[in-house]
């Protein structure tokens, strides 16, 4: 078998979002999705993240990668090239272990979002062509450099960027008979390791590609990248996660299951002198409810508080809940509502945000977590909203169920 690392460069010094390679992204700290298309890979023989910070390199232990040595910090500033933490890492790796790796396999944190399989191809293409020095992952250009322009300067008239044999004017022609175009991505690159230590190049001049569907198109820079791209692994896009798959909103909904606190509210509460509890709620949460209704789907809430504020607040709702100390264990006091009610598991919807919430996950045909749940929730869930507990993640839930109808 071909000895194939995969390196993941993975540097602390991220100013655009501070500690971003470690930031959680759908669950999982951004750099682990990464690690989980190398180790997922049936190809690749190694997993090593290439970083200058300690604490990195410990989520990267946790997940499943090596880090055998911390890359010197010159080596990952905001202005340093990748070539040289490639060479050092083969230099390091040669001279301190003896092992020298024939391929290398580059996979950068920013575009964890990468179908299934794509490592694999990849390496079978560069394997598949000996003159291959590289292979790039790429995706159809969003837009076409045949009409795109330079300037010559202020007062003076533009050129076209490219020329194309046999059409005169590329910019006045239908895109369709244009040439197709590809946009270099993040998501892979396999190398060759000659190609790195006797060309010194990370590319080499033979490229070959692996032509990546646009969907996954993904490339992190900002925290409104992050929230969008967070959107996508959870809208049933097949991809590698580093936990288990993340499956589709049922086709047929009967009954959405919400827990109380921390969904319906905000998780707070104030308890004055005489020891009386009270909480916040959002009350548009209760607004589509009867429109939920007529479609003929049930909301429900299911809660361990025995505080009466539980009832108080179905009522306002319109809704039924189940409350109170019988309610220890949600898993089970689900199962048997969903026996007495004749409802399929499948189509139901359970929402929570606490590690009490996990066993109805298991139950549920789809998991959903607010925003502001916790991390282990967060990792569990088939899907996460865009607003926190108490915040109009019950609305947002409901929205989205009748825009679906």
């Given at each position: 078998m071909t000895e194939t690392l995969a390196l993941i460069p993975a540097r602390g010094g991220s100013k655009g979002i501070p500690h971003k390679n470690i930031r959680t992204f759908a669950g999982y700290p951004?750099?682990?999705?990464?690690?989980?298309?190398?180790?997922?890979?049936?190809?690749?023989?190694?997993?090593?993240?290439?970083?200058?910070?300690?604490?990195?390199?410990?989520?990267?232990?946790?997940?499943?990668?090596?880090?055998?040595?911390?890359?010197?910090?010159?080596?990952?500033?905001?202005?340093?090239?990748?070539?040289?933490?490639?060479?050092?890492?083969?230099?390091?790796?040669?001279?301190?272990?003896?092992?020298?790796?024939?391929?290398?396999?580059?996979?950068?944190?920013?575009s964890p979002i990468r179908p299934k399989g794509c490592v694999d191809e990849a390496v079978k293409i560069l394997l598949e062509h000996p003159d291959a020095d590289c292979v790039r992952g790429v995706v159809p250009a969003g837009q076409n450099p045949h009409k795109m322009w330079r300037l010559a300067g202020e007062g003076q008239p533009m050129k076209p960027l490219l020329a194309v044999e046999g059409i005169a004017e590329p910019y006045n022609a239908p895109r369709q008979i244009l040439p197709p175009v590809y946009w270099q991505t993040g998501h892979i690159d396999v190398i060759r390791v000659s190609t790195i230590r006797q060309k010194k190049s990370l590319t080499g001049d033979v490229i070959y590609p692996l032509v990546i569907d646009p969907h996954y198109t993904v490339d992190i820079d900002n925290l409104s990248d992050w929230a969008k791209y967070e959107a996508l692994v959870y809208s049933g896009l097949a991809m590698v996660t580093p936990g288990g798959t993340k499956r589709p909103m049922p086709g047929k909904v009967d009954l959405v299951i919400c827990d109380f606190d921390g969904v319906l509210t905000d998780n707070r509460v104030w308890v004055d002198r005489d020891g009386r509890e009270s909480v916040a709620a959002f009350r548009s949460d209760s607004i589509r409810v009867k429109e939920l209704r007529t479609t003929g789907m049930e909301l429900l809430i299911l809660s361990s508080e025995v505080d009466p504020v539980v009832a108080a607040r179905a009522k306002k709702m319109g809704v039924e809940a189940i409350h109170g100390v019988g309610v220890h264990d949600k898993g089970r006091v689900m199962r048997e509502v969903l026996e007495q009610r004749n409802v399929k598991a499948e189509n139901v919807i359970y929402v929570g945000n606490d590690l009490n919430d996990l066993p109805c996950f298991e139950v549920a045909g789809w998991s959903v977590a607010v925003a502001d749940a916790y991390p282990e929730v967060l990792r569990a869930a088939d899907f996460v909203l865009s607003k926190a507990g108490g915040h109009g993640a019950v609305r947002e839930l409901i929205d989205l169920l009748l825009s679906r109808k």
């Open positions: 951004l750099l682990a999705w990464s690690i989980a298309a190398a180790k997922q890979s049936s190809s690749v023989t190694r997993v090593i993240v290439s970083t200058d910070d300690p604490e990195i390199a410990a989520v990267a232990r946790e997940y499943g990668a090596e880090t055998p040595f911390l890359r010197p910090s010159e080596l990952a500033q905001d202005n340093s090239l990748d070539l040289p933490l490639f060479e050092h890492a083969l230099t390091w790796l040669e001279e301190q272990e003896g092992y020298q790796p024939e391929v290398l396999v580059q996979l950068r944190p920013t």
